[in-house]
């Protein structure tokens, strides 16, 4: 697929892309209601930064935002049969987390997208495990691409994305993705990395934390789903 993309606009390669996003989601019993797209910087490049709860969690933000964007993924995943070519198809980025050199290289690269104004999606929390809708540290590193760019940072809230493999159960679910108000450089500029990872794995904290109550009323949790503390 890498030797097709000159052939095509970046417009082309991400409508295909969607195309296959609303595919995969057709097949898998997950839905995914989006909010506050108005968020979402009208010019130039950014970082959306999310909480990761599994597999679907890119593909759901992608299903959402109507301008190209891309995504970094760790090394290993990448290489997972489906996620090649899409990957490919995205012209995303890999990192590869046992090459601090190889780090270094990919860093250089986003800044330089970034300032050109592509659009990223970051999981800084740098991986997923059975934490449901509870946040891991965020890592700070991340960071360091919106703080030398000088560009938003967008806190990307996900809920309930993980319920559709956790469980055995054949019905639908429907997982949100919440496009928070962006975080302007004027804002964060006299911020260290790690202040501005934890004010913004704080606001997407905040808004999970807000929307759960309101979830848990719905009808897919029940007494066979187990129920996330808030």
Wanted: proline content about 4%; charged content about 30%.
């Amino acid at each position: 697929m890498d030797k097709h993309n000159e052939k095509y606009t970046e417009e082309q390669r991400y409508d295909f892309a969607k195309w296959i996003v609303r595919k995969i989601k057709s097949h898998s019993f997950l839905e995914t209601d989006v909010f506050g797209k108005e968020n979402l910087p009208e010019e130039g490049g950014y970082v959306m930064y999310s909480n990761h709860q599994g597999k679907y969690d890119t593909v759901s933000i992608m299903s959402g935002h109507d301008k190209p964007c891309t995504v970094v993924m760790d090394e290993i995943r990448s290489k997972i049969p489906i996620m090649k070519p899409f990957l490919a198809l995205v012209q995303g980025s890999t990192l590869d987390r046992s090459d601090m050199r190889s780090q270094a290289k990919t860093m250089k690269k986003l800044v330089e997208e970034v300032k050109a104004g592509r659009k990223y999606i970051i999981f800084p929390e740098g991986g997923y495990t059975d934490n449901g809708n509870n946040l891991q540290e965020f890592k700070a590193g991340s960071f360091k691409i919106s703080v030398r760019t000088k560009t938003p940072v967008v806190p990307v809230a996900i809920i309930d994305s993980y319920v559709a493999y956790m469980y055995n159960s054949l019905r639908k679910v429907t997982s949100e993705v919440h496009y928070l108000e962006p975080i302007l450089y004027e804002e964060y500029k006299d911020l260290s990395t790690e202040e501005l990872a934890l004010m913004t794995r704080d606001r997407i904290e905040a808004k999970i934390k807000e929307r759960l109550p309101q979830k848990k009323r719905m009808k897919f949790y029940d007494k066979n789903v187990r129920k996330v503390e808030a």
